[in-house]
């Protein structure tokens, strides 16, 4: 990595530091556990050091609401297998209504391609909700029972998401742009009681009727004893051909009163997420109520610094755990802002519309959105209000250092840019914001507290500050996964992040803490170019060809041959009116050889008509690169799980003339 200090773009100003609810922690943490801190990073150190004690101190900090008392806050420091806060039982629901914020502010702010800008009370918000899980629990539902849903980011999903989890029963959701094979993957695996479907959505301009799609998914799930269908898309669709189907409408008809919660132990399911699914069917990765609720209030207050009435937005999918992560946001007595559609329809300025429509205080995206508002060469600051926004959040893949400047030139000078990592394996972030702490052009500000991280060697040793391993977490979470649902002796579980390191979580991306104490994520670790004995992070590619306007996207794969030789191909995808010229290919070499090293230079660059995207927007290099090696096609990539399915076959085809 290099060793020049990167570019300060923000620090916190001292109405930022003194009304920060980190620091009132760390003056709470000084007056009631004379645990007095002198800044983030003695404070970071004594939250992994000493793990029972930080989340006992977070329970105790947030007052958590709880129907029997804990017997012991953490069992031992054995992953997986580690028990959290023994004897308590709570609800995750339970707290979120009780934080709210009355009637001085909506509880939701609903967007959509068809549906202008329209608020949801928190009063509508109780009302439906109570009403909902009276209907389900009336259907036989209780806690335990799995409630699936096909639905889009609408208040209809917060209200049944809230309404099961009040119930003790555990959610699992998928978005309606999934394909009726990818969603029975998912759902088949926890055998849902009752599916909650709509008839369609609208994306980029277009109508998608998915009621055919519903039919199907309902076939493929012989455990379902209840349909709720919601006409959104045609407000005239019916419930025909459903089994036993209600519309929402009726769902919700019910006057039962006050909205009940299930009191459950700690470690309950809560909601069940999925992996990506590339190379096989998914993983269910199933979240408790108390570890979800203890690492969101954290997150949510002391790292997002949220605050009452404020105006939480990240644009998100029902399928993807930031919708999740925004639900929690709810914790904080903020108003969740929620959009439906796509964000480049009409054009990349529709949600910095949305920001400057909505007031919105903290706006979350993913990396490759701002990166292509970058490319784009908009300039959303000049014609949108956006001064009451204090924060940006990136997330989904590394954000590229010109992606910062972008925001920092084009976006607000002022804004606090909080990039963050982590996972449907954990539904929160390892690292992140900090609003005590500078924020550099590249790099994440922090580790997270909790969250003992660590950049390791494949010997299993730390690597010196500076320099690049593999990210590690050494010690438990209450947000890790209770369990992989119907994953008997948690044999997937352990192999998905504890065969390498035996007690210790391998997370699967390169990592680079740097003598600052900021991360830098330089991509997956198992996609790594392996070039001549020196491994090289895509992250930087893709980093080097951000400064090329002509290439609009672009992947990248080493092919190892069993004669120790390799062959690594660029793919790009260029922008309209390019041309993969030599003059093109010889800057594409220069910049990757400028940037890094020669190594860095691909031996070959192909011109793709598109790069193929998981449906959580992950690029697929290693499925690419099991087809390039002409691996058997059931073992490559799962089609059903991805965004854009028939961006594969231009790779099926390039295989075929491969020597």
């Not at 109780?126 to 899980?133: F, G, H, P, V």
């Not at 660029?570 to 003059?583: I, K």
Request: glycine share 8%.
């Amino acid at each position: 990595m290099p060793d020049q200090q990167p570019i300060l773009l923000w620090q916190p100003d001292p109405e930022t530091l003194e009304n920060a609810h980190l620091t009132r922690y760390m003056h709470w943490l000084s007056a009631n556990k004379r645990l007095p801190f002198e800044g983030y990073a003695s404070l970071w150190r004594w939250s992994v050091d000493q793990p029972a004690a930080f989340w006992e101190s977070v329970w105790q900090y947030f007052q958590v609401i709880h129907h029997t008392p804990y017997t012991e806050v953490l069992s031992g420091l054995e992953m997986p297998g580690a028990r959290w806060f023994s004897g308590a039982t709570l609800n995750y629901a339970e707290h979120i209504f009780h934080r709210n914020a009355g009637a001085q502010h909506p509880a939701m702010l609903f967007q959509g391609e068809r549906q202008s800008l329209q608020p949801v009370s928190w009063e509508e918000l109780y009302r439906q909700t109570a009403a909902l899980a009276a209907f389900l629990r009336n259907s036989g539902v209780g806690p335990g029972d799995r409630i699936a849903a096909y639905l889009p980011n609408t208040p209809h999903a917060i209200v049944a998401v809230l309404a099961a989890m009040s119930i003790g029963a555990v959610w699992s959701s998928c978005s309606p742009d999934f394909g009726a094979n990818s969603v029975a993957d998912r759902f088949i695996q926890i055998e849902p009681k009752v599916f909650l479907a709509v008839d369609g959505y609208m994306y980029g301009g277009k109508s998608f009727d998915k009621r055919e799609t519903v039919r199907e998914i309902c076939r493929l799930l012989p455990t379902l004893q209840r349909v709720i269908f919601i006409p959104f898309l045609d407000e005239t669709a019916n419930t025909g051909g459903l089994p036993n189907a209600v519309l929402w409408e009726d769902a919700i008809r019910s006057k039962e009163g006050a909205l009940q919660f299930a009191a459950v132990p700690f470690d309950h399911p809560l909601w069940i997420l999925y992996s990506s699914g590339t190379t096989g069917v998914p993983k269910a990765i199933t979240h408790s109520h108390g570890g979800n609720l203890l690492e969101h209030l954290k997150y949510l207050h002391f790292h997002n610094d949220v605050h009452p009435g404020e105006r939480f937005f990240w644009y998100s999918t029902t399928g993807w755990m930031m919708w999740n992560f925004t639900l929690a946001s709810l914790l904080a007595g903020a108003t969740i802002v929620l959009y439906d559609g796509s964000p480049g329809y009409p054009s990349l300025d529709v949600l910095w519309e949305l920001a400057g429509a909505a007031s919105i205080t903290h706006f979350g995206t993913s990396a490759p959105f701002l990166a292509s508002c970058r490319k784009a060469d908009i300039s959303p600051g000049e014609h949108v209000d956006l001064s009451g926004l204090r924060s940006i959040g990136s997330t989904g893949s590394p954000l590229p250092p010109e992606a910062f400047g972008w925001v920092y030139e084009r976006v607000h000078r002022k804004v606090w840019l909080s990039s963050m990592a982590g996972g449907t394996d954990v539904c929160t972030a390892w690292v992140g914001g900090n609003p005590l702490l500078p924020v550099f052009q590249g790099e994440i500000q922090c580790r997270c507290l909790g969250c003992a991280m660590e950049s390791w060697d494949e010997d299993g040793r730390a690597v010196a500050a500076g320099k690049v391993g593999e990210m590690v977490v050494t010690k438990p979470m209450p947000s890790m996964p209770v369990f992989f649902w119907n994953d008997p002796g948690n044999l997937k579980y352990r192999s998905s992040y504890f065969e390498q390191f035996p007690n210790v979580w391998r997370h699967g991306d390169w990592l680079c803490i740097t003598p600052r104490d900021t991360i830098i994520i330089l991509g997956r670790s198992d996609a790594t170019l392996n070039r001549q004995g020196v491994r090289i992070g895509t992250a930087e590619i893709y980093r080097a060809l951000d400064t090329i306007p002509e290439i609009r996207d672009a992947l990248i794969v080493n092919l190892e041959h069993p004669d120790g030789s390799d062959w690594m191909p660029l793919f790009v995808v260029l922008s309209p009116g390019s041309l993969l010229d030599e003059a093109l290919k010889t800057r594409i070499r220069g910049a990757l050889r400028n940037t890094y090293s020669p190594r860095h230079v691909p031996d070959a660059i192909i011109e793709a008509p598109d790069i193929p995207y998981t449906i959580s927007g992950k690029k697929m290099e290693t499925p690419v690169k099991k087809v390039l090696q002409r691996k058997p096609l059931d073992k490559a990539y799962n089609r059903d799980s991805m965004k854009n399915p028939e961006a594969m076959d231009f790779f099926l085809a390039f295989a075929q003339n491969l020597p």
